[in-house]
């Protein structure tokens, strides 16, 4: 078995595994999902999945990570044949390489537009409002500087040159920070963007906090972190709420994506993960709970009011991101500095998310093939960008790829890593590997959530959320959803192959 990297120091592992899961999300899915689902309804079903499902998953899939880096296999096919001795396990665990790297498919092009609205805000070449006026005036030069950016289309996108020049540099560097290695790439990526990302959003929570309502007085920030948080037990009843925090709570803790599982692969076999699981979770409910719902919500109500910043809301994340924000800064004084930060902390969110994504895929070409790691980075990096001209090209491929790696599977390759750990593995055992070095004490009703609750509530979130919304978009039918569909089920079949092939090989040499 060849000498595996570790983490340089758990500081770095830390801000490493907080930046897989800060990501954009945190700062636009979160406050857009909170505001849509009445505020204080979502925050306790949010609050109740962050106990039962956030923290289990958390020490999850640390620990099945470092059990399976110990014994050579950092990536879920090996790590699932490790604790089921059945072929077939190896094919479950392909989900947990190709559902990152598909999500990085698309991820990587978004996150590749902060970097030009940086560019566009530091040198004030967003669009100006001089008053606020109706929402839809306000807002509509946004709309349209966003769309000749990206390109517009009812089938093909035509992205602008600068768009798609900035989008292969993004990938660029995430390839070269990727091929520099654990300690040398990611660790050293983390030390630097997380420390800078969380300074700029305390600068953007304290100027959002200090700002002046122009239009209305009773549209202060206090009124915006109301809108966010005033309970509302009424609607605790409505299965919609739970499924959408439960799903948020996935999406924010990069939960059952495989990357947590990778990067915990780096782990020696006694080194912490209790202590280490917890600080990351309670790191990453930190930037998402009181930094992302501090900024673009009650800056929206600041400018719109509560009314129309629930419209916002409900239009989606990216209209939040690339719409109403430079259109908040463009009312303030220095409103281009504020945005280079906005946009520099949502830079910073998705290059170290993205990094983590596309680690499972180099670490099973290293430790399955034996492929030298920077050449590891740089075959995924090709995938990725002949990959990426899918949804930079063709419109609606986006949403539907998002909905099959960034829903469907995530939730689906969760219930399955519980269900190996705690019954097919055995939950004595699993249970003591989770406390294996563990520097502070995990209360012992953990073990009966981790065996028993959180299995049942992922399977009747699964079934659920397919009743409610899932089977509603499997039965929709378009030309941009069969090219997803059809890209995805080739990239299943070649990601199968590999397996396979890995599989024999084993087979060979033993």
């Known amino acids: ?31 857009v999902q909170a505001a849509k689902y009445h505020g204080g309804a ?60 598909t999500i990085v498919v698309y991820y990587t092009y978004i996150a590749s537009w902060t970097v030009g609205y940086s560019i566009f805000s530091l040198c004030q070449d967003l669009p100006k409002v001089e008053h606020a006026g109706s929402l839809e ?3 509509h030069p946004f709309s349209g500087f966003l769309s000749e950016y990206i390109g517009t289309g009812e089938l093909f996108l035509i992205p602008s ?35 800078l990302l969380f300074l700029f959003a305390i600068f953007l929570v304290i100027r959002v906090f200090t700002l002046d309502a122009p239009v209305r007085p009773e549209n202060n920030p206090l009124k915006g972190l109301a809108f966010l948080w005033e309970p509302n037990f009424s609607k605790l009843l409505d299965l919609n709420i739970w499924l959408a925090a439960a ?33 990351t979770a309670a790191t990453n409910e930190f930037a998402e709970v009181v930094l992302g719902g501090s900024i673009a919500i009650p800056a929206a109500v600041v400018f719109f009011g509560v009314s129309h910043a629930e419209t916002i809301a409900q239009e989606g994340a990216f209209r939040l991101a690339f719409v109403s924000m430079p259109a908040v800064f463009s009312f303030i004084p220095f409103g281009h500095l504020f945005g ?64 099959w790696a960034g829903t469907f599977f995530i939730t689906l390759f969760a219930a399955v890593e519980i269900i190996l750990f705690f019954w097919v593995f055995d939950s004595e055992k699993a249970w003591k590997e989770i406390n294996r070095g563990a520097e502070v004490r995990i209360p012992g009703i953990f073990f009966y959530i981790c065996k028993y609750v959180t299995p049942i509530v992922l399977i009747i979130i699964f079934v659920g959320w397919m009743v409610q919304y899932g089977w509603q978009e499997v039965v929709k039918t378009s030309l941009p959803k069969w090219i997803a569909r059809g890209y995805l089920m080739i990239f299943f079949a070649g990601a199968g192959f590999l397996v396979h092939m890995a599989w024999r090989k084993k087979r060979t040499t033993q």
């Open 137 to 139: 005036e306000s807002l």
């Open 340 to 403: 280079f930060l906005w946009f520099g902390l949502l830079f910073f969110a998705g290059i170290t998310s993205i990094v983590a994504l596309a680690q499972p895929a180099i670490a099973f070409l290293e430790d399955e093939f034996a492929v030298e790691r920077k050449h590891a980075a740089w075959y995924v990096g090709g995938f990725l960008f002949l990959s990426s001209h899918i949804p930079i090209f063709i419109n609606g491929t986006l949403d539907e790829l998002d909905f």
């Open 247 to 279: 799903g948020q709570m996935f999406f924010t803790l990069s939960l059952g994506m495989g990357a947590i599982l990778t990067y915990a692969s780096y782990l020696r076999e006694k080194d912490d993960i209790a202590l280490s699981g917890l600080t």
């Open 1 to 31: 078995m060849a000498n595996r990297e570790h983490w340089g120091t758990r500081l770095g592992l830390i801000l490493a595994v907080t930046g897989n899961a800060v990501g954009l999300g945190n700062f636009l899915r979160f406050p």
């Open 161 to 195: 040159s600068l768009a798609y020049v900035i989008f292969t540099l993004t990938l660029f560097v995430s390839i070269w920070v990727l091929a520099r290695g654990i300690s040398r790439g990611i660790e050293l990526l983390a030390k630097v963007a997380m420390p």
């Open 42 to 101: 979502f925050m306790i079903p949010y609050f109740v999945s962050f106990l039962i499902l956030g923290i289990p998953l958390m020490w999850v899939e640390w620990s099945m990570g470092r059990y399976g880096g110990v014994r050579g296999h950092g990536t879920s096919p090996g790590v699932f044949h490790l604790l089921w001795k059945n072929r077939a396990a190896k094919y479950l665990g392909v989900i947990g390489i190709v559902c990152p790297l």
